[in-house]
């Protein structure tokens, strides 16, 4: 397995664009389809429901997706991360660490509740995930959806403990 990753417009395109414009366009389906079915016509009232279904889509999905795809890309810039046969390297502006499958101590996967418990995800934030890689020299390395998403098809099941968060913000790396 020689594979490289990287922060991307793939990402951002799957993490950031599709959830908001898919958001987006069920809000405006549903305020057409409620216009449509309740037959309102008056210009004020369509202008103030339509207000209120614009700020609620905001605040409920576009505000908490714009706060964790922010703060991913703000870890994520700069990140290579590479897998050639056993030997895994990570490299962040100028700092490289390199290590094998067997120097992984264990290996955290950060979800939200609907994503770990494997359920519907009706704020579709839930996409949003990273993982830990905790080495047996005492590093952390921590890696974002952005840029790596394949934790559970690359790494050993045994190795990978998966955890809960409701907003899965990161941290900077403990290297």
Partial sequence: MDDNYSFTRKGKNKYYYRILFSTFALHIIGLIGYLYL??????GLVLYISLGVLFG?????????????FNHKKF???VYFKINGNVIKYKKNDKI??????????IELWLTPPAYDERTDWLFFGKYHFTRI?????????????????????????LIKRKKKFFPLMEENQL
Avoid: G, M
């Fill in 76 to 78: 994520s810039k700069a």
């Fill in 38 to 43: 309740r037959n309102i016509s008056n210009e």
């Fill in 97 to 106: 660490i390199s290590f094998t499958f067997e120097d992984i101590e264990k």
């Fill in 57 to 69: 889509w905001f605040l409920v999905f576009a505000l908490p997706v714009y706060v964790l795809y």
């Fill in 134 to 158: 905790y080495t047996k020299h005492k590093q952390v390395i921590n890696l974002s959806c952005l840029v790596f998403d394949k934790t559970k098809e690359v790494f050993d099941k045994e």
